[in-house]
């Protein structure tokens, strides 16, 4: 049985007049099982793998290897499949014509899975939507699947206008999780980012072939691991009071303020979605009615709710005072996570101005970078930007554009970008 816990850091402190109220929820939990395994429904996996005439003769062998690596870390019992993408999806195992499309995963199905990936060719173009529709037809195939999770594979640039995928991602959302992966350099990471956003995933890139299997088969062992199929951040504020924005701060960035559904008229649910044994960081912030001094409210009761089933909670506080000393204190734990989600933004931006030939604009944001990843200790932002701009200074943030830079070592930024590190331990 999974355990949950919350914990809250904030400076409740609000200035005669404040009214907005700032909150970490560090939710922990332990005890998640394994996929399919806690008695609260089947797992599915589907793994879908690029098979476009772009991967080559390599890059194709590679991700074969890799479909297998994942293959044998999927739990037995767990129902699974495999898709075939290219110009449109096709299910390349089980080979069924109609009825369930995805079979329990055993020796003997892992053997016939492997044996049908083995004989995969590359051809065609490029139709990620097809992939995730199909994806969403195998797992309504099988009722008794609850813990829907796939990984995807691409190589390239989709082939299609930007609403037909965006239309694919919206029926997709809220229905099962995906993580993406890029192998090489002619895919775009927005695109891509835009799918594992919203499927509530993670996406990278992957440099070269011979890596995709260790990749594939962290992933799986990762979505393995989670004994919790779905769990919701449940959000109360009293009347009056209105939500700025509830954003996952770690271990990445992610803003949830969109997904809210409707729980009561002070009430709404935010996705978060299957949980291993793991801590999660959110930032959650409330605007109230400015109160007098001496007064408090709660602002905030914050949840980690599975179906009905409230796991824990956290409260977050105000209290209005006219010592200044309370009121400008910042929690260290809302400023880093401010300054990480800055960074994200900084970054996404700053490469963009680059692509866009605007030098001056994309030096000023990567430099601005490189200020709040020393400032929040994000060592591994701080390297992967140096592969893109030289640093004459730090503290301020005063940067070079490089005149040679690695696409890879762009892509490798880019995708890293809403990876956060958490407060130092002082």
């Not at 590359?122 to 139709?127: A, V």
Request: charged fraction near 25%; hydrophobic fraction near 40%.
């Amino acid at each position: 049985m999974a355990d949950f816990t919350a914990t809250v850091y904030q400076n409740e402190f609000l200035p005669d007049g404040g009214t907005d109220v700032h909150a970490i929820v560090t939710i922990d939990c332990s005890g998640a099982g394994t996929a399919g395994q806690t008695g609260s429904g089947a797992a599915g996996e589907i793994i879908i793998i690029d098979t476009s005439g772009s991967m080559g003769q390599s890059a194709m062998a590679a991700a074969k290897e890799a479909a297998q690596a994942a293959l044998a870390e999927i739990v037995d019992g767990t129902y699974f499949a495999v898709i075939s993408g290219n110009g449109a999806a096709f299910l390349a195992y089980p080979l069924v014509q109609s009825g369930p499309a995805m079979v329990p995963m055993d020796d003997g199905t892992r053997r016939e899975a492997a044996e049908a990936i083995s004989r995969l060719r590359s051809g065609g173009g490029t139709e990620i939507s097809t992939w995730l529709d199909m994806a969403g037809v195998l797992f309504t195939s099988v009722p008794e699947v609850v813990q829907r999770h796939a990984i995807l594979l691409t190589d390239g640039e989709n082939n299609e206008p930007g609403p037909v995928l965006d239309e694919a991602i919206a029926r997709a959302t809220g229905f099962y999780q995906c993580d993406c992966r890029g192998v090489g350099v002619d895919w775009k990471v927005e695109e891509i980012r835009r799918i594992a956003q919203a499927l509530l995933g993670t996406v990278d890139i992957i440099p070269s072939p011979e890596q995709m299997a260790a990749e594939f088969e962290a992933m799986m062992r990762q979505s393995m691991s989670r004994g919790v199929a779905s769990a919701n951040l449940r959000v109360w504020t009293p009347q009056g009071a209105q939500i700025l924005f509830v954003r996952q701060v770690s271990p990445t960035v992610e803003d949830l303020t969109n997904r809210r559904t409707v729980v009561n008229d002070l009430t709404g649910d935010y996705p978060t979605g299957a949980w291993s044994d793991e801590s999660r960081d959110y930032h959650v912030a409330v605007r109230l009615a400015a109160k007098a001094v001496g007064q408090e409210q709660l602002a905030a009761r914050v949840q980690l709710a599975i179906g009905d089933e409230v796991k824990t909670q956290g409260l977050v506080k105000a209290k209005w005072s006219d010592d200044s000393e309370q009121t400008t204190r910042i929690d260290p734990q809302v400023a880093h996570y401010t300054g990480q989600t800055e960074l994200a933004q900084a970054i996404q931006e700053g490469l963009a101005a680059k692509a866009a030939g605007n030098e001056e604009l994309a030096t000023t944001k990567l430099g601005r970078a490189v200020q709040l990843a020393k400032e929040t200790g994000n060592e591994e932002a701080t390297s992967k930007l140096r592969k893109v701009v030289d640093v004459e200074d730090e503290d301020a943030g005063t940067v070079r554009l490089k005149k040679t830079v690695e696409k890879a070592d762009e892509m490798a930024l880019d995708t890293a970008s809403t990876k956060t590190t958490r407060v130092r331990k002082q």
